[in-house]
């Protein structure tokens, strides 16, 4: 064969390359969602408000007096998404995260898949970038779907009633608490952005899936234990997990950002240097599997 031929065919095939093309976002999200883990995730994230239903109808009834969220979860749809969310987010909906933004490039290292995709060619700031977009995409799923159908679930199972304030009992009504829960929703997706940082940083740094995950679910557990020991004092406040519940700010009858303020800016912060970390991690890793 002669050298024109094939140095036309080099021409043509380095003019077809364009590395803004690979690894489209549309095919990673399909290579996620056909993961058994994100369908076992979501599968427990949509029932378990409805176990929680069947959990209070089986069981006795609430103490009338008592002014304990738990207790107050049968008196509306609002008031059981609210105990839902308070019960899932410090483990559940922060298993969830770590796990989607944690597995992500850990699983291919796991696998051995990681150095293949690299010399498809995809840049790796690019590879890095997609699946922490897809990533976040299904974390952003997975904390929206659990309120909202825990919404629809006490909605059906306790009716749509006005929302009851725990410790005080004020009745608010739904109408003006419903456009808070958005507020609630996104404040609780802010605030597993620590989570999802530290999953995906040790995600690329590891090989090990189950350390990633394992490692972030970690963080929350050491930062809840701190955040007791109240010898530590406004040092407490630097803690990720300190602000997470500062979202009840928002179902009060009147709306206190501050707490909200203070807990998203350390989030965003948190994870602003951590995703920093691991590009500049992964950028420099010699990639062996």
Same mark, same amino acid.
């Given at each position: 064969?002669?050298?024109?031929?094939?140095?036309?065919?080099?021409?043509?095939?380095?003019?077809?390359?364009?590395?803004? @093309?690979?690894?489209?976002?549309?095919?990673?999200?399909?290579?996620?969602?056909?993961? &058994?883990?994100?369908?076992?995730?979501?599968? +427990?994230?949509?029932?378990?408000?409805?176990? +929680?239903?069947?959990?209070?109808?089986?069981?006795?009834?609430?103490?009338? /007096?008592?002014? @304990?969220? #738990?207790?107050?979860?049968?008196?509306?749809?609002?008031?059981?998404?609210?105990?839902?969310?308070?019960?899932?987010?410090?483990?559940?909906?922060?298993?969830?995260?770590?796990?989607?933004?944690?597995?992500?490039?850990? #699983?291919?290292? /796991?696998?051995?898949?990681?150095?293949? +995709?690299?010399?498809?060619?995809?840049? &790796?700031? @690019?590879?890095?970038?997609?699946?922490?977009?897809?990533?976040?995409?299904?974390?952003?799923?997975?904390? =929206?779907?659990?309120?909202?159908?825990?919404?629809?679930?006490?909605?059906?199972?306790?009716?749509? /009633?006005?929302?009851?304030?725990?410790?005080?009992?004020?009745? =608010?009504?739904?109408?003006?608490?419903?456009? @808070?829960?958005?507020?609630?929703?996104?404040?609780? +997706? =802010? #605030?597993?952005?620590? =989570?999802?940082?530290?999953?995906?940083?040790?995600?690329?740094?590891?090989?090990?899936?189950?350390?990633?995950?394992?490692?972030?679910?970690?963080?929350?557990?050491?930062?809840?234990?701190?955040?007791?020991?109240?010898?530590?004092?406004?040092? &407490?406040?630097?803690?990720?997990?300190?602000?997470?519940?500062?979202?009840?700010?928002?179902?009060?009858?009147?709306?206190?950002?501050?707490?909200?303020?203070?807990?998203?800016?350390? #989030?965003?912060?948190?994870?602003?240097?951590?995703?920093?970390?691991?590009?500049?991690?992964?950028?420099?890793?010699?990639?062996?599997?």
């Amino acid at each position: 064969m002669s050298a024109a031929p094939v140095e036309k065919a080099a021409g043509r095939t380095g003019a077809a390359y364009a590395p803004g @093309r690979t690894l489209p976002l549309r095919v990673e999200i399909v290579r996620q969602f056909k993961r &058994r883990r994100t369908l076992v995730m979501f599968g +427990l994230l949509l029932a378990l408000p409805w176990i +929680l239903v069947a959990a209070f109808s089986l069981g006795p009834a609430p103490a009338q /007096n008592s002014l @304990r969220l #738990s207790d107050l979860a049968t008196q509306g749809g609002l008031n059981f998404a609210a105990f839902t969310l308070s019960v899932s987010a410090t483990l559940l909906l922060v298993v969830a995260v770590a796990l989607f933004c944690g597995d992500t490039v850990a #699983s291919e290292a /796991n696998w051995s898949s990681l150095r293949y +995709l690299l010399a498809a060619p995809v840049p &790796r700031d @690019r590879l890095l970038r997609q699946k922490l977009v897809v990533a976040l995409g299904y974390s952003t799923a997975a904390v =929206v779907s659990l309120p909202l159908m825990a919404l629809l679930a006490g909605t059906v199972a306790f009716g749509w /009633n006005d929302i009851r304030l725990p410790g005080t009992g004020e009745l =608010v009504p739904a109408s003006a608490v419903l456009p @808070r829960f958005g507020i609630v929703i996104g404040y609780a +997706l =802010v #605030s597993q952005l620590v =989570v999802a940082a530290l999953a995906f940083l040790l995600s690329v740094s590891t090989d090990s899936p189950l350390g990633a995950v394992g490692g972030a679910v970690g963080l929350v557990i050491v930062s809840n234990i701190l955040q007791a020991v109240e010898a530590l004092g406004g040092i &407490r406040e630097f803690l990720p997990t300190f602000w997470n519940a500062a979202w009840t700010d928002a179902l009060m009858p009147e709306l206190d950002w501050s707490g909200m303020i203070k807990g998203a800016s350390l #989030s965003v912060t948190y994870a602003a240097i951590l995703i920093a970390l691991a590009f500049r991690r992964f950028r420099r890793k010699d990639v062996v599997s």
